[in-house]
């Protein structure tokens, strides 16, 4: 498939980037500036070059990437992704767009989940998306390391919400090609909110339990 | 130790009364009826007799549970538990108060997390608690049918919120003399609200992945 990942350039992008690669999607890398995305673009090629990987990775800015994908994985931080998503909202026409996106803060030595008036950055983002486009809830709870590392076997689930099941079958089908993930289908895109929450409470665990990154299976 | 539930007369107290008093612990069921409780005494005492589990295992109302008590469980469902604590409150001095209460509701097929204004059940119960009683957050994610089977192990993770370490480390004994559950500490009491959310996530998969029932592990 054709995969955009607006905010290619950090954290769950490299591994989400690299994983679909190797099974032969085709990428493009949006940022911002484009030159930061066709560098980025430049360095993940390198990396799978180096492994014998051919691949199909392009950057170019964010409303570029959107149009010419698929599907469309908000891999941008909460504070910026509504804006994002408004900025790049007249390339979307009948994409899959996926949001991880958790809205928290710090206060002490503990992370909390704050999500907006309207439930959840979910909720929030549906509401600048046009009709048509099919939002789905994805990939809140994946450690960005682990993620990272091509060939280790990542046991753990993926929780998804949305109200498209032919939309979710989509992302079941991407998220189970990288080896072992699992999808679990949480119910209807207003449910959201229980996933994003899940983020803030694996940081807190994570901080107490050093050196863990926590993902988390349902057993 | 001397454990109280009150309400112990569902869900997750029959797991937890039968469990704990083959380990030893004497255990004072409370309900708002006396004799209820004593029915409900007499029945686990029983079950665990056919098993030739000798157990100290006390019916009577939650006010006098508590007094009997050094750690009280509010097992009690969330739109009762306030009141609960409220009644029994002039019982309470220097016990450890755990609550698993989750305030949910079910809209459609789908449930969602509903906190109080507080922020957390958490929060509104201990607004409601003397000065000096230590709170903790656990067991909202156990499965009340695998937990009352009691020759089961349980390779599930108890994730827990307090503000006393000393009152979560009791709390952390507690729960690992079951076999082989494991506490994780995810900080402070103002943040269970995110461990709270996830019981009506694991609901949600439940509907959706029949006959399941989901606990959860941090791998």
């Avoid at 994983?19 to 032969?24: D, E, L």
């Avoid at 995305?37 to 570029?64: F, S, T, V």
């Avoid at 907006?116 to 950055?121: L, T």
């Avoid at 080896?179 to 207003?190: E, K, S, T, Y």
Wanted: with cysteine; aromatic share 6%.
């Amino acid at each position: 498939m054709r995969i955009s990942l607006l905010g290619g350039t950090g954290d769950i992008a490299e591994g989400l980037v690299l994983r679909w690669s190797k099974v032969g999607h085709e990428i493009f890398i949006g940022s911002r500036s484009e030159e930061k995305a066709k560098g980025i673009a430049a360095q993940y090629i390198e990396k799978l070059a180096e492994r014998g990987i051919k691949c199909n990775i392009h950057g170019m800015p964010n409303a570029d990437a959107a149009t010419a994908s698929e599907v469309v994985i908000i891999s941008i931080p909460a504070e910026y992704a509504v804006a994002t998503v408004e900025y790049v909202r007249d390339s979307l026409t009948d994409q899959i767009v996926v949001t991880p996106v958790v809205p928290m803060v710090k206060k002490g030595k503990a992370f909390y989940y704050t999500p907006p008036s309207q439930g959840s950055a979910a909720l929030e983002i549906k509401e600048v998306l046009p009709e048509g486009v099919r939002l789905v809830s994805a990939y809140h709870n994946l450690p960005a390391k682990e993620l990272s590392e091509i060939d280790l076997e990542l046991d753990y689930d993926v929780v998804i919400c949305g109200d498209d099941d032919e939309a979710k079958g989509v992302v079941k089908k991407l998220t189970e090609e990288m080896p072992n993930l699992r999808v679990l289908d949480a119910g209807p895109l207003d449910a959201s909110s229980m996933i994003e929450a899940l983020t803030p409470l694996i940081v807190n665990l994570n901080v107490r339990h050093k050196p863990q990154h926590f993902s988390v299976k349902f057993v």
